[in-house]
């Protein structure tokens, strides 16, 4: 574990140890150790488990990093659930894949070789947990599982939450009772939260499995969405794992930062207690070491503690490195963690009986091309634009590019209008990579006049909403896909709303139309439109 060699992740700087020679009082002191390098061997581990907690700011994800890439060089695979996208970083030097956990979910839904009353159990008592429910509203909740899953069976289609919410909305129809109506209401604005593509289709988990994958959070914007997400993606793990069985060949790890969100949580303890038999380890990250599952704190074969001020916790971390005996040790330890520098801790490992006061280096890496590429063409950006901002060589950025176009990750869509005028990509199309890059330009083009405007983009509301003298403006651009009757439906639905509406549409489509309606612009024309004339002139005309 402590030795000169080149996979060394840290310096050992101190070893405490009794000072059993000279003279005076004996008792535990901080030992300068020199040229021990700091390395992990997985193999010598008595299980795989990790903890890794201390203050904000004390280099907790960073440790992380280096850990995680000295397991990945010894053949070990890995699976970040990162809630603040910091481990993007490395994921070329570990060759991760990278997921957006808004669009590779978990369908907590999914059987997953249990029946559909343990699942539906399970499921109650994963949303009740998270969601603070109370015994009647999570009996409600029951009912509206099982009858979801009875609506699904009929249809022979395996449910998602989007069906949840449906099958709550007809109990709240069908109830008699207000005190039943308000306890389902409430169920179904919390439901809601997580009323998105997270949670309606799984990632696979044999691929998943078997190389390194970062999962992105913060696309779920509520610790509730995340909690849920990472719960049911850990039961998705012990799922797999109890299905293909043990396997000490075979070593994977699960990152969980911000591992308090979960507390004390049965899936963690099952995994914690049985995880070494399949060859499955969990590092969990954490500020607070005591709101970690107490199994996993229990089970955990190293611990490493970074800085920290907060008395209980102080207490707490240091009592655990301590070992609860003499009193010398822990004033010796409280006193270490009280004063470690940033990028310094105190690891507890099960193969030394003593501490050690570790430097961990900086952890090397470099960000996914692709990921970069996709991120910046969310929402649509010209080949121009792309090649510009990804601060890469131009023949790895092409590469990139053609190699997301080939995987369906990214779409493209060629523009005629003026300046804008080239090849766009967009990536997570909301609707057609037309329309979308199309409205994109619009927004950009509205902003450029001084337009303060938002895109909506949605059935329910319009493409863009423009603010103009006090007002809602409505911004439609249509590509000509659907039929006009129904467009022209659409846009006086939204007259009636805001009142006043521009209409930009495809050019093949204007003469169409323009016999139909006043104020239809050419999409080509975009670049020209004096927009804040026209909004003005709304404005003005109250029209």
């Known amino acids: 574990m402590f030795q000169k060699n080149n996979n060394a992740i840290g310096n050992v700087e101190k070893e405490l140890k009794f000072n059993s020679f000279g003279f005076g009082e004996r008792r535990w002191m901080w030992k300068r150790r020199y040229f021990s390098g700091f390395s992990i061997d997985a193999k010598r581990m008595i299980n795989q488990h990790i903890m890794i907690v201390g203050s904000s700011g004390g280099g907790k994800s960073n440790a992380c990093k280096t850990i995680v890439g000295s397991l990945c060089s010894d053949g070990a695979n890995v699976a970040i659930l990162d809630p603040h996208s910091e481990y993007v970083e490395i994921s070329k030097g570990i060759s991760a894949e990278i997921y957006d956990a808004s669009r590779n979910g978990i369908n907590m839904f999914e059987l997953d070789g249990m029946s559909e009353r343990e699942k539906t159990s399970e499921i109650t008592g994963m949303l009740k947990r998270n969601f603070r429910l109370g015994e009647v509203q999570s009996y409600m909740l029951y009912k509206c599982i099982a009858y979801t899953y009875r609506i699904a069976a009929e249809n022979c289609r395996t449910p998602n939450i989007h069906d949840l919410i449906f099958s709550v909305k007809i109990f709240i129809k069908n109830s008699r009772s207000a005190a039943e109506k308000n306890i389902l209401y409430a169920l179904e604005r919390r439901l809601s939260l997580i009323d998105n593509g997270a949670f309606q289709k799984s990632a696979e988990m044999e691929k998943v499995a078997e190389c390194n994958s970062i999962f992105l959070l913060s696309s779920l914007h509520t610790p509730e969405s995340q909690s849920i997400y990472i719960e049911g993606f850990l039961r998705k793990v012990y799922s797999h794992m109890l299905l293909h069985g043990k396997d000490r060949h075979r070593t994977f790890y699960i990152v969980i930062d911000e591992a308090e969100k979960l507390g004390d949580n049965p899936i963690i303890g099952r995994l914690a207690a049985e995880g070494r038999k399949y060859g499955i380890g969990i590092i969990a990250i954490s500020q607070r070491a005591k ?251 109250g029209v």
């Open 291 to 541: 709101e970690i599952d107490r199994e996993l704190r229990g089970n955990a074969a190293m611990l490493v503690s970074f800085g920290m001020r907060e008395p209980e916790e102080l207490n707490y971390i240091s009592n655990f490195i301590a070992g609860g005996n003499e009193s010398s040790r822990y004033i010796e330890v409280k006193k270490a963690l009280r004063n470690l520098g940033r990028g310094r801790a105190i690891v507890l490992n099960s193969q030394h009986p003593n501490p050690y006061l570790v430097r961990f280096l900086h952890a090397k890496g470099a960000a996914n091309i692709e990921y970069m590429v996709s991120e910046l063409a969310r929402g649509g950006i010209s080949e121009r634009g792309l090649l510009e901002k990804a601060g890469e060589e131009e023949n790895a950025v092409r590469d990139a590019i053609q190699n997301l176009l080939s995987s369906g990750k990214i779409r493209k869509h060629g523009v005629l209008c003026g300046g804008f005028s080239g090849t766009w990509y967009i990536s997570d199309a909301h609707n057609s990579p037309e329309h979308d890059i199309a409205i994109g330009i619009i927004s950009k083009k509205l902003k450029s006049q001084g337009i303060r405007n938002r895109i909506y983009n949605s059935s329910f509301g319009p493409d863009i909403i423009a603010y103009r003298g006090g007002r809602q403006i409505a911004v439609e651009y249509e590509t000509g896909s659907k039929k006009i009757e129904e467009s022209m439906a659409m846009i006086a639905k939204r007259g009636e709303k805001y009142g006043s509406v521009i209409v930009i549409v495809n050019d093949d489509v204007y003469k169409d139309y323009s016999e139909r309606m006043c104020n239809v612009f050419r999409f080509s024309s975009v670049d020209n439109i004096d927009f804040a004339g026209e909004l003005d002139g709304k404005v003005k005309a």
